[in-house]
């Protein structure tokens, strides 16, 4: 029995968490590590063009990596006869643009692992197991999910703590200030040398609060407003209202990030590492020069138009 009395712990929320699972876990990396183990997956076409923390899990998990590249659609290069039944391509719907591409890829491959991680409001059940990522998205210090039409939660694992991940939230919110990236790195490297678990108590219960309908129209509308500014200058066309961040591809990508950042706009750059990898000139030059302009709840649209004016500023200079 737990001690009773004295001093409160956190308050626990009551709430729908948003997708419709039983499969939280600590971090995206873990649930695929989890499909990996439940699917008892063999091979993994992985994408040169990813973040390589994704390669990291499915070593750990003993997976033979293929990788591949991705053509000017963000679609694989890959040929579906060399996948078998013990074989499945890891699939990224890029920035959310590839939402219409997910069944039909399901189609050609079969054995596929969607990466929804820049599409967190998608609520389609695909016949394919989709990762979701909560930190992406939200002001929690971990949390990922597992949507699947067949995959059933396994309780021979523990769930996983949040006490040394909360510091860089707090930090940031009471201070306001960007310098407590470094708790934010330090916090990442938790998730790095994390056993397979699940989602903490704790963030279990703060995306049970989060008002997602809120937020959701939060974003669109701040992307609706980039958009209307900056798409005469983006070299994605036709964008469809998107929620993870606003994708502007511009050839001078890298400079006008740093020009951003001493003007206190942060922009981040996506998968440094596919710099060095063996990825193709395409991936890299997306790397460079894909500005990530930040859409989140946190802004409204004046920080829009503030973040637009800035960019109309610095591509005028650069040109």
């Given at each position: 029995?737990?001690?009773?009395?004295?001093?409160?712990?956190?308050?626990?929320?009551?709430?729908?968490?948003?997708?419709?699972?039983?499969?939280?876990?600590?971090?995206?990396?873990?649930?695929?590590?989890?499909?990996?183990?439940?699917?008892?997956?063999?091979?993994?076409?992985?994408?040169?063009?990813?973040?390589?923390?994704?390669?990291?899990?499915?070593?750990?998990?003993?997976?033979?990596?293929?990788?591949?590249?991705?053509?000017?659609?963000?679609?694989?290069?890959?040929?579906?006869?060399?996948?078998?039944?013990?074989?499945?391509?890891?699939?990224?719907?890029?920035?959310?643009?590839?939402?219409?591409?997910?069944?039909?890829?399901?189609?050609?491959?079969?054995?596929?692992?969607?990466?929804?991680?820049?599409?967190?409001?998608?609520?389609?059940?695909?016949?394919?197991?989709?990762?979701?990522?909560?930190?992406?998205?939200?002001?929690?210090?971990?949390?990922?999910?597992?949507?699947?039409?067949?995959?059933?939660?396994?309780?021979?694992?523990?769930?996983?703590?949040?006490?040394?991940?909360?510091?860089?939230?707090?930090?940031?919110?009471?201070?306001?200030?960007?310098?407590?990236?470094?708790?934010?790195?330090?916090?990442?490297?938790?998730?790095?040398?994390?056993?397979?678990?699940?989602?903490?108590?704790?963030?279990?219960?703060?995306?049970?609060?989060?008002?997602y309908e809120r937020i959701l129209c939060q974003r669109t509308q701040n992307f609706i407003t980039?958009?209307?500014?900056?798409?005469?200058?983006?070299?994605?066309?036709?964008?469809?209202?998107?929620?993870?961040?606003?994708?502007?591809?511009?050839?001078?990508?890298?400079?006008?990030?740093?020009?951003l950042g001493e003007l206190g706009v942060y922009v981040m750059q996506l998968w440094p590492n596919?710099?060095?990898?063996?990825?193709?000139?395409?991936?890299?030059?997306?790397?460079?020069?894909?500005?990530?302009?930040?859409?989140?709840?946190?802004?409204?649209?004046?920080?829009?138009?503030?973040?637009?004016?800035?960019?109309?500023?610095?591509?005028?200079?650069?040109?």
């Amino acid at each position: 029995m737990k001690d009773i009395g004295c001093h409160f712990g956190f308050e626990y929320f009551e709430g729908n968490p948003y997708h419709k699972t039983n499969l939280f876990f600590s971090s995206g990396r873990n649930s695929l590590r989890y499909i990996i183990r439940e699917r008892n997956i063999k091979v993994l076409y992985l994408p040169y063009f990813l973040c390589e923390t994704v390669s990291e899990a499915a070593i750990k998990e003993n997976v033979e990596i293929i990788y591949y590249h991705i053509t000017d659609k963000f679609l694989p290069d890959v040929e579906p006869k060399r996948l078998d039944k013990n074989s499945y391509l890891y699939f990224v719907n890029y920035y959310g643009m590839l939402r219409e591409q997910i069944p039909k890829m399901i189609s050609i491959y079969k054995n596929v692992i969607v990466d929804n991680t820049h599409d967190f409001f998608n609520e389609i059940m695909y016949n394919a197991d989709s990762i979701y990522n909560y930190r992406k998205y939200f002001g929690v210090p971990d949390g990922s999910c597992i949507a699947s039409p067949s995959l059933e939660k396994n309780n021979n694992y523990e769930i996983g703590k949040s006490l040394d991940k909360i510091f860089e939230l707090v930090s940031r919110d009471e201070t306001g200030e960007f310098f407590h990236y470094s708790s934010f790195e330090e916090a990442d490297r938790y998730f790095k040398d994390e056993s397979l678990c699940y989602m903490s108590n704790f963030t279990r219960s703060c995306i049970n609060a989060i008002n997602y309908e809120r937020i959701l129209c939060q974003r669109t509308q701040n992307f609706i407003t980039l958009d209307l500014r900056l798409q005469k200058y983006n070299k994605f066309k036709n964008l469809s209202s998107l929620t993870y961040m606003y994708p502007l591809l511009v050839d001078s990508g890298n400079l006008v990030r740093n020009c951003l950042g001493e003007l206190g706009v942060y922009v981040m750059q996506l998968w440094p590492n596919v710099l060095y990898n063996q990825s193709n000139d395409y991936e890299k030059y997306l790397t460079s020069n894909v500005l990530l302009l930040p859409i989140d709840q946190r802004y409204n649209q004046e920080t829009m138009n503030y973040i637009a004016n800035n960019v109309e500023n610095i591509l005028k200079r650069v040109k």
